[in-house]
């Protein structure tokens, strides 16, 4: 059997998705797909539109054999981290290839990108300090670090110069010109994710095949919606607003989930950041400023902005505006607060990451007619399959899992507050919730 593993948000799950879906299993000639999914939180540093297991819903009944949970220390975090924590879940779950979306659909093309950041040569560390120093955005001057970096590789391996320190660029055609236009990649999010896919593939030493999918519709920005496939971005921002009904999406999402779109909207979606103002509001209140920088993604810089505008505090996209500055991006700060909500702490990734990034595989479900493929990871898999959150599921795993596992919980827990808050629906703890299947 030759599965292929997918790394997903589905925040919703849209038309754009089940096409990724089905491109990978063609591209690839896999018998079956699985996914490693955000739970209730996202890499923008938000909460998802909708719970995980709404869209765990609509993904099984979309093709996609089985879901299984990406820890929230990983899915909020950085793009490196996202992809590192979800390429590691795949490999340690055994799959056979990895099959990502792209604006570039240029694979050679992103591995070389991949394999700079991964080696990153003297002459690119020191144009990357250089354009740090400037006070860009960390992004922003990684990206003119590449640009600089390949056009004089390029330059070098045209003039026959010695190909040191080339990071793996000294058999450069001179011809391929290009090659140094490849570094503007860079500035797009799905792109992006890719080369730090093929970097997690690389550092982990994965025999995992990778391929990519170009991205054939919206762009990832785009916030309106189009005919027949809107963004991610758009379908929220339209769900967002006072609408009677869901109508809007009939070709936006595939048929299969539109029941589930009809069923529960403005009953238990859409949530939103400002849903968690309150709550964040509180947690900053009771944290002493000496404490901020323990956080994921907190600095001692955006700590002290934290600390000396926090009376100016509304909501939490209107403080997460203020804090933004050249040097923190608006997804950098959302992130950080994020991470202070949801109480996740840097020793805690490190630790985590040291561990060997995974003690186990949660299991969010199944489709009912493809439990072979189940069966077929369980009997590949270097970590233990869990079904439920539950205590009895959780007996044996070392003190460093369960802490993992309890982040989890206690950050699904928060969100499901908020729906029951926000929409007066009963609350379920998420150490009750079943696996799904299909």
Do not use: W
Not at 324 to 344: E, K, P, S, W, Y
């Amino acid at each position: 059997m030759k599965i292929v593993g997918i790394i997903a948000e589905y925040n919703p799950f849209h038309n754009g998705h089940q096409y990724h879906v089905q491109e990978a299993l063609k591209v690839t000639g896999a018998d079956a797909a699985v996914v490693a999914m955000s739970g209730d939180y996202v890499q923008r540093g938000a909460p998802a539109v909708m719970s995980k297991h709404l869209r765990v819903q609509m993904a099984l009944q979309c093709g996609v054999a089985a879901v299984f949970e990406l820890p929230v220390c990983y899915a909020t975090g950085s793009a490196e981290l996202f992809a590192l924590g979800a390429v590691s879940l795949l490999d340690a779950l055994g799959v056979d290839a990895l099959c990502f979306g792209s604006e570039c659909g240029d694979l050679p093309a992103l591995r070389r990108l991949a394999n700079i950041l991964c080696e990153e040569p003297k002459d690119y560390r020191r144009l990357l300090k250089m354009y740090v120093k400037e006070g860009v955005s960390y992004p922003a001057a990684r990206e003119r670090a590449i640009a600089a970096y390949l056009k004089g590789a390029a330059k070098q391996a045209e003039n026959g110069g010695p190909a040191s320190d080339t990071g793996g660029l000294a058999s450069l055609d001179p011809a391929a010109t290009h090659v140094p236009d490849s570094a503007g990649l860079l500035g797009k999010p799905n792109n992006i994710l890719a080369v730090e896919y093929l970097k997690a593939l690389k550092k982990l030493n994965s025999h995992v095949t990778p391929y990519t999918v170009q991205r054939a519709f919206s762009a990832y920005h785009d916030d309106k919606l189009r005919p027949a496939c809107s963004s991610a971005s758009a379908i929220r921002r339209a769900l967002e607003q006072e609408n009677s009904s869901v109508t809007f999406l009939k070709n936006q999402v595939p048929s299969a989930c539109m029941e589930i779109f009809e069923d529960y909207y403005r009953r238990q979606y859409p949530i939103d950041p400002d849903d968690f103002s309150l709550l964040l509001k509180y947690k900053l209140l009771n944290t002493i400023p000496e404490d901020l920088p323990l956080y994921q993604d907190v600095s001692a810089e955006l700590a002290n902005r934290i600390t000396n505008m926090m009376d100016d505090y509304r909501a939490f996209t209107q403080f997460a505006s203020l804090l933004m500055t050249r040097q923190f991006t608006g997804t950098r700060v959302n992130r950080a607060l994020l991470h202070l909500l949801l109480d996740i702490k840097k020793t805690d990734v490190e630790h985590n990451l040291a561990d060997g990034k995974h003690y186990y595989a949660r299991v969010l479900g199944f489709q009912a007619n493809q439990t072979c493929v189940v069966s077929e990871l369980a009997k590949r898999t270097r970590l233990p399959l869990l079904t439920s959150p539950g205590k009895r599921s959780s007996d044996g795993l070392p003190k460093n899992a369960r802490q993992m596992l309890m982040t989890d919980v206690r950050a699904a827990n928060l969100y499901h507050s908020v729906v029951t808050d926000k929409y007066r629906t009963p609350y379920i703890n998420e150490l009750s919730q079943g696996l799904l299947k299909v």
